[in-house]
């Protein structure tokens, strides 16, 4: 059973910074993608940045580019979301998510950690 769980979210000025941590577990991971998500009160859930586990190929949503950094552990089976110049539209909770790199569909995911922006 795989089990993600985030953790470093906080409340934060805008400007500022923060560093969102995601522990996996319950299967060795190689040909899968890891992605971040986020939701805000009364939207949709989107897409927020992804790397592949095996090649370390990053994407990443226009609205963060620049600021935000996806990064991973193999080692450890960590994957890590670095936030910068953050905004107070970056509010939302964060969810990591993970999928075989051969499918769309992301098929687990972490309880979500909440980030708050004051401006």
């Known amino acids: 059973q795989v089990q993600l769980v985030e953790s470093g979210g906080g409340w934060v000025q805008a400007g500022g910074s923060l560093r969102l941590s995601c522990a996996a577990s319950?299967?060795?991971?190689?040909?899968?993608?890891m992605g971040w998500f986020r939701q805000a009160p009364g939207k949709e859930r989107e897409f927020v940045a992804a790397?592949?586990?095996?090649?370390?190929?990053?994407y990443y949503a226009v609205s963060v580019k620049g600021r935000f950094t996806i990064s991973k552990d193999n080692a450890k089976n960590m994957m890590y979301l670095q936030m910068n110049s953050l905004k107070p539209e970056d509010t939302a909770v964060y969810y990591c998510?993970?999928?075989?790199?051969?499918?769309?569909?992301?098929?687990?995911w972490g309880q979500g950690t909440q980030v708050t922006v004051s401006s």
């Open positions: 319950g299967r060795t991971f190689s040909s899968h993608v």
């Open positions: 790397i592949s586990w095996s090649r370390s190929s990053t």
């Open positions: 998510a993970v999928r075989s790199d051969n499918v769309v569909n992301y098929d687990y």
